[in-house]
């Protein structure tokens, strides 16, 4: 069926990743790990590259930008941090 197909695109896509959007999906996910540490130092430069990266990325909204994509996972850790 189509929904099938769909979910199975989806899956290809999160496979390939371009090495432009590796790195980006590892720097947002470390800053997320970052931001979980108690270092209020290490926890305000996580979140300015998570604000960095979002706004960069939404400055034109043709489509869900990437940054949020990539933290959608996370987006439970973020709310209790």
């Known amino acids: ?4 197909e769909k979910e ?4 290809v896509e999160e496979v390939e990743l371009s ?6 999906l590892e720097g947002l996910e470390l800053a997320v790990e970052r ?4 270092d209020a130092q290490v926890q305000a430069m996580a979140l300015e590259h998570l604000v960095k990266e979002v ?3 939404t ?3 043709t489509s ?3 940054p ?9 850790t973020l709310k209790n941090v």
Not at 8 to 11: G, P, S
Not at 35 to 38: A, P, T, V, Y
Not at 68 to 76: E, G
């Open 55 to 57: 706004r960069a990325a």
């Open 19 to 24: 090495a432009e959007d590796q790195a980006l």
């Open 8 to 11: 199975d695109e989806k899956k």
């Open 64 to 66: 869900v930008p990437k």
């Open 35 to 38: 931001l979980q540490e108690n």
């Open 68 to 76: 949020l994509k990539f933290l959608r996972p996370h987006y439970d």
């Open 59 to 61: 400055s034109s909204m």
């Open 1 to 4: 069926s189509k929904d099938e």
